[in-house]
């Protein structure tokens, strides 16, 4: 895996049909706000009106955010910096419209599923917390949530294509990250190997950026993309439903059927990731049945 720069302290347990819709939505330019006076980005119009929030029982909600289907550029480009060869290369993807969890699922959120889990530690730091990512769960383990939540409700749910995330991620930009290229910036965007985390664990490899957390953060603590997501780079990475293979990508093949012990790919990077593999086009890869401390997911939906 190179899911983080520190991976060895890894224990080894360790949209032809909605183009109606689509067209409701306005997609204007904003200027950044990191004093980078050239670059625009696309944000779409309010979608609130699309949204909604499942309730799980106990004072826990799940909040869906709607995803207006496109298409887009697929991969990074060959001169994007820190790139790996697997990123490419680009296509351009169609994605239709689905709902995406605002937030990564939540201890509590998985305790519905399964009362009983616990997220540990991280060498005494704990990963526990209600309002924090839960980790330690396996693919296998995620599908599973996901079929619970199917079953008490009228949507399906599940985890998201590779093709999903990434779109979902950018939400209308073509930079390396969805609030620019700026690595340094990502203090305010992202939870990331940092100095925080250095502070603790002196002989880490870290970015030169503060975001204010060792280990996991809550959920929601940094700032969304433009389609309202929190937390799509950094925080835990997150499973995809999707194999792991080569790019192009394509939806047919299996990439995004079941199976045992397959390889899954993994996106987005995680509290102990540096900061130059925090990237919208980064993947990652793990075994479907292995739990990772720094390894998380949120779901999709589609129905009514």
């Known amino acids: 895996m190179r899911l983080s720069a520190n991976a060895s302290r890894i224990p080894t347990l360790v949209a032809c049909a909605l183009s109606a819709l689509v067209s409701s939505f306005s997609f204007g330019a904003k200027v950044s706000d990191l004093g980078d006076t050239t670059r625009t ?6 979608t609130q009106g699309l949204n909604y929030t499942e309730d799980l029982g106990d004072g826990v909600t799940l909040e869906m955010v709607w995803i207006p289907g496109g298409t887009f550029a697929m991969g990074s480009p060959a001169d994007e910096a820190n790139r790996d060869a697997d990123e490419g290369p680009q296509s351009t993807t169609a994605v239709q419209g689905f709902w995406m969890a605002r ?4 201890n509590a959120q998985f305790r519905r599923f399964r009362p009983k889990r616990d997220s540990l530690d991280s060498e005494g730091m704990s990963l526990d917390g209600g309002d924090r990512p839960a980790v330690y769960v396996s693919w296998d383990d995620a599908a599973a949530f996901c079929q619970w939540l199917s079953e008490r409700s009228d949507r ?3 985890l998201p294509t590779e093709a999903q995330w990434e779109y979902a991620c950018r939400a209308g930009t073509t930079t390396s990250r969805f609030w620019g290229d700026s690595e340094t910036s990502a203090g305010l965007y ?17 970015s030169d950026v503060d975001d204010g957390y060792v280990v996991t953060a809550p959920v929601g603590r940094f700032r969304p993309n433009a389609f309202g997501l929190y937390d799509m780079i950094g925080n835990v990475a997150e499973l995809c439903l999707s194999t792991y293979q080569p790019y192009p990508y394509v939806e047919t093949g299996g990439r995004n ?3 045992e012990q397959t390889i899954r790919a993994v996106r987005g990077g995680s509290w102990r990731s540096h900061g130059s593999i925090c990237r919208s086009a980064y993947r990652d890869k793990n075994v479907q049945y292995r739990p990772l401390p720094d390894t ?3 779901v999709v939906a589609t129905g009514p």
């Open 41 to 46: 980005i696309t944000t779409p119009a309010t």
């Open 103 to 106: 937030y990564e699922t939540t």
């Open 296 to 298: 998380g997911f949120r």
């Open 190 to 206: 992202a939870n990331t190997a940092d100095r925080t985390l250095k502070g603790r664990w002196p002989d880490w490899t870290t």
């Open 156 to 158: 399906k749910y599940a």
């Open 257 to 259: 059927e079941p199976g």
